[in-house]
């Protein structure tokens, strides 16, 4: 399975300020996902990453307020702007297994709360 | 597009006895499934999948599941619970290379 990182594992931030996220991975990997999981809720996808390409959302997320980067096979962040209240959760990304369609893994998440 | 019902939004269970979580899913085709488990203030693990092999499914730290096509079932059992179950359940499908998320069975375990 791949070892994945994600800082910084907690943030405080004020409101109408940005974060960004940061995923690493330890080895290659064609697809990386961004989730959001608000508190006490289950996960939603956010986007699919994909490197060399634009991200993909999903429906209710746009590109605005959460841009990814997908520089190489290892790495992506995600920004979430322009924060409000609303937006506290944990933030998860995760990479598809070493057979595509397989399974995925996770990385610790990130728990943002705004202020 | 597929999705997944936890039935059971908590499950309380004594120590020694058995537990089990219930999830139908919903597919016009064989899915792909998957039981996570996520523990307080940690990550997402998972426990196991079905992807179309055999019916009955081993995971690890003793859980199974069975794939039921008629009743489009895949709950997850365990014959004796441990205090370290103690955490959020989670069925998913996976369409295409997209994970859809049931709601989440919190599990208590009781000494």
């Known amino acids: 399975s791949a070892v994945i990182s994600q800082k910084p594992s907690r943030d405080i931030c004020q409101r109408g300020t940005s974060l960004t996220i940061q995923c690493q991975v330890d080895?290659?990997?064609?697809?990386m996902f961004w989730y959001r999981q608000q508190p006490g809720q289950s996960l939603t996808l956010i986007a699919t990453?994909?490197?060399?390409?634009?991200?993909?959302?999903e429906s209710g997320f746009v590109i605005d307020k959460f841009p990814i980067s997908r520089p190489n096979l290892t790495f992506s962040t995600l920004t979430v702007s322009n924060m409000s209240p609303e937006d506290s959760s944990i933030y998860l990304c995760?990479?598809?297994?070493?057979?595509?369609?397989?399974?995925?893994?996770f990385g610790p998440g990130t728990r943002l709360t705004v202020l | 597009a597929q999705s997944v019902t936890q039935l059971d939004s908590h499950v309380s269970v004594s120590e020694g006895t058995p537990v089990l979580l219930r999830c139908n899913y919903s597919?016009?085709?064989?899915?792909?499934l998957f039981w996570y488990v996520q523990h307080p203030n940690k990550g997402l693990q998972l426990l196991l999948k079905?992807?179309?092999?055999?019916?009955l499914v081993k995971g690890i730290n003793g859980f199974e599941a069975e794939f039921k096509k008629s009743e489009t079932s895949f709950h997850l059992t365990k014959p004796s619970a441990h205090m370290s179950d103690a955490a959020e359940y989670f069925c998913?499908?996976?369409?295409?290379?997209?994970?859809?998320f049931g709601a989440g069975t919190t599990v208590t375990v009781r000494a």
């Open positions: 995760s990479v598809e297994g070493p057979l595509r369609y397989n399974e995925q893994f």
């Open positions: 998913v499908v996976m369409d295409d290379y997209k994970l859809s």
């Open positions: 079905y992807t179309s092999a055999a019916t």
């Open positions: 597919s016009s085709y064989s899915p792909s």
């Open positions: 080895s290659q990997v064609t697809m």
């Open positions: 990453a994909n490197q060399g390409s634009e991200a993909t959302y």
